[in-house]
């Protein structure tokens, strides 16, 4: 049942015609219960009040596979504007982005010319981007392009999914680059000939992955809501003796709030994930497909207003 449940999800978010109602309707339906805004400026007080809580953050303009070598740049530009509000309002933030937002599927010249000038900024202002990970078929050009751009730029981190089965290899190829990484299981819907298909398999190879990035000395951010892989890394860091600054949890803006708060009362760092923007269909509903558990939650954003 969950397996069919999350296809079912997988599917709705790439459909087209309820990506445009989503945009005309706005962030209801409890959307708006796990994206910051439809603008940066309205999740601005989000990411204060995250702030001053002591949890740090990471924003995410939301939008993926732009068409025209227009768009990319005003993307592109809309990154480094955030980074310079970032700045502007002294936020503990950092922020993440997807290639296809920025021209990954039109020219890699497109794409690096846009990271290059979001690198620069982001270099200027002491603020971490991250390369967020997409489906399988970009996994390669993604990973190439940030070990291209990790040679001049040091705040730059990307992410390795754990249900691929080349993810081990990945880290082992990223381990000569000093990579910050964030591990996740994947979120995308894949073929059985390039990923794990079963729960327990993806979780054992999450637990490896955060072993190897840990223990050759990398920055690590632990992207899991999941208590058994939570409780893995505490056992893990607390048996080799790895400093609390070498690695975070991550958790998804508006999810286990009290577990966040948990984690920082206990000493370790907690970074959200707040996406913004009115692009938010596909994201909302790849996370309806994680957790069954999410569909209560939005079912009870919607009846909540």
Same mark, same amino acid.
């Given at each position: 049942? /969950?397996?069919? !449940?999350?296809?079912?999800?997988?599917?709705?978010?790439?459909?087209?015609?309820? +990506?445009?109602?989503?945009?005309?309707? $706005?962030?209801?339906?409890?959307?708006?219960?796990?994206?910051?805004?439809?603008?940066?400026?309205?999740? @601005?007080?989000?990411i204060k009040q995250l702030n001053h809580d002591g949890l740090q953050v990471t924003?995410?303009?939301?939008?993926?596979?732009?068409?025209?070598?227009? /768009?990319?740049?005003?993307? !592109?530009?809309?990154?480094? =504007?955030?980074?310079?509000?970032?700045?502007?309002?002294?936020?503990?933030?950092?922020?993440?982005?997807?290639? &296809?937002?920025? $021209?990954?599927?039109?020219?890699?010249?497109?794409?690096?010319?846009?990271?290059?000038?979001?690198?620069? /900024?982001?270099?200027?202002?002491?603020?971490?981007?991250?390369?967020?990970?997409?489906?399988?078929?970009?996994?390669? /050009?993604?990973?190439?392009?940030?070990?291209?751009?990790?040679?001049?730029?040091?705040?730059?981190? &990307?992410?390795?999914?754990? #249900?691929?089965?080349? !993810? *081990? =290899? +990945?880290? +082992?190829?990223?381990?000569?680059?000093?990579?910050?990484?964030?591990?996740?299981?994947?979120? #995308?819907?894949?073929?059985g000939k390039v990923a794990f298909a079963d729960k327990p398999e993806v979780d054992?190879?999450?637990?490896?992955?955060?072993?190897?990035?840990?223990? *050759? $000395?990398?920055?690590?951010? @632990?992207?899991?809501?999941?208590?058994?892989?939570?409780?893995? &890394?505490?056992?893990?860091?607390? =048996?080799?003796?790895?400093? &609390?600054?070498?690695?975070?949890?991550?958790?998804? #803006?508006?999810?286990?709030?009290?577990?966040?708060?948990?984690?920082?009362?206990?000493?370790?760092?907690?970074?959200?994930?707040?996406?913004?923007? +009115?692009?938010? #269909? $596909?994201?909302f509903m790849r996370r309806l497909a994680e957790r069954p558990a999410n569909i209560?939650?939005? @079912?009870?954003?919607?009846? !909540?207003?």
């Open positions: 049942m /969950e397996a069919i !449940s999350k296809n079912f999800f997988l599917y709705l978010s790439n459909n087209k015609v309820l +990506d445009r109602l989503a945009k005309r309707f $706005g962030t209801r339906f409890g959307a708006d219960k796990i994206v910051g805004g439809e603008t940066f400026s309205q999740a @601005i007080p989000l924003v995410d303009h939301l939008g993926e596979f732009v068409d025209s070598e227009a /768009e990319s740049r005003k993307r !592109s530009q809309e990154c480094i =504007e955030t980074i310079q509000a970032i700045a502007h309002h002294q936020l503990n933030s950092e922020i993440s982005l997807k290639l &296809t937002s920025l $021209g990954l599927d039109l020219n890699k010249e497109l794409v690096m010319e846009n990271m290059e000038r979001i690198s620069q /900024e982001a270099e200027r202002h002491d603020i971490t981007v991250t390369i967020d990970m997409e489906d399988s078929s970009r996994c390669g /050009e993604t990973l190439e392009i940030y070990k291209a751009l990790k040679e001049k730029y040091h705040n730059l981190g &990307t992410v390795i999914q754990a #249900y691929l089965y080349r !993810s *081990n =290899e +990945d880290v +082992d190829e990223l381990h000569a680059y000093d990579p910050y990484l964030r591990l996740v299981k994947g979120a #995308y819907k894949e073929s054992a190879n999450l637990k490896r992955l955060i072993k190897k990035n840990l223990l *050759n $000395g990398h920055y690590t951010a @632990i992207a899991s809501h999941d208590d058994a892989i939570i409780n893995f &890394t505490k056992e893990l860091v607390k =048996e080799h003796g790895i400093s &609390t600054d070498q690695f975070e949890f991550q958790m998804l #803006y508006g999810m286990r709030n009290q577990t966040q708060y948990d984690l920082l009362k206990e000493g370790y760092k907690v970074r959200v994930y707040m996406p913004y923007g +009115d692009d938010w #269909y $596909g994201y209560a939650f939005a @079912i009870k954003g919607i009846f !909540s207003k």
